[in-house]
């Protein structure tokens, strides 16, 4: 299995600013893939972190807000951009390795944004 | 495309007693369905998945395709079976998550 680590573990930011989320995995995997889980809600996919390539995002998220990306097999970035109370959730990084189906969860970013 | 239902946002059952977190789904295709768990201040992680037919922590799943159902169950709860629990399903290469059922178990 993969272990995930994710930086910062949380982080409190004025609206309007910006905060980009690290994620490193300690094996190469093919997919890596980032989730906002807002309050008192369930995981909603954001993106998937294509290497080489632009993320594919799911309907309701661009480019232009969550900027993401994965220079390699283990690191893939996420950046909140021009943030408002609205984006305050954990965001969590995923990853999945070679034919397997299932999916590796980082410990989550708390991001408040004020 | 395809969704998960958990009807039971909260649960609570006394220690001992049987447990079953409802789960029902809908996909078109063959579905892959999965049950993750999280602990209290700890990340997600895979519980159990339909193909492997396998007993983890005392929990089972059947995935029943006629009612299209992926129940989660437990003869026996035992305190450290509290957490929340999300019902997913692999599909289209991605989990979709259900709502999630938070179960506590009463002492």
């Known amino acids: 299995s993969a272990v995930i680590s994710q930086k910062p573990s949380r982080d409190i930011c004025q609206r309007g600013t910006s905060l980009t989320i690290q994620c490193q995995v300690d094996s190469q995997v093919t997919m890596m893939f980032w989730y906002r889980q807002q309050p008192g809600q369930s995981l909603t996919l954001i993106a998937t972190?294509?290497?080489?390539?632009?993320?594919?995002?799911e309907s309701g998220f661009v480019i232009d807000k969550f900027p993401i990306s994965r220079p390699n097999l283990t690191f893939s970035t996420l950046t909140v951009s021009n943030m408002s109370p609205e984006d305050s959730s954990i965001y969590l990084c995923?990853?999945?390795?070679?034919?397997?189906?299932?999916?590796?969860f980082g410990p989550g970013t708390r991001l408040t944004v004020l | 495309a395809q969704r998960v239902t958990q009807p039971e946002k909260l649960l609570s059952v006394f220690k001992g007693a049987p447990v079953e977190l409802k789960c029902n789904y809908s996909y078109s295709g063959s579905p892959e369905l999965f049950w993750y768990v999280q602990y209290s201040r700890q990340r997600l992680q895979l519980l159990l998945r339909h193909i492997s037919r396998e007993s983890i922590k005392g929990f089972t799943a059947d995935l029943n395709k006629g009612e299209t159902s992926f129940h989660l169950k437990k003869p026996f709860a035992q305190e450290e079976d509290s957490a929340m629990y999300y019902c997913t399903i692999f599909g289209n290469e991605k989990l979709t998550f259900g709502t999630g059922t938070r179960l506590t178990i009463i002492p």
């Open positions: 972190a294509n290497q080489g390539s632009e993320a594919t995002y």
């Open positions: 995923s990853a999945r390795q070679g034919g397997y189906n299932e999916q590796f």
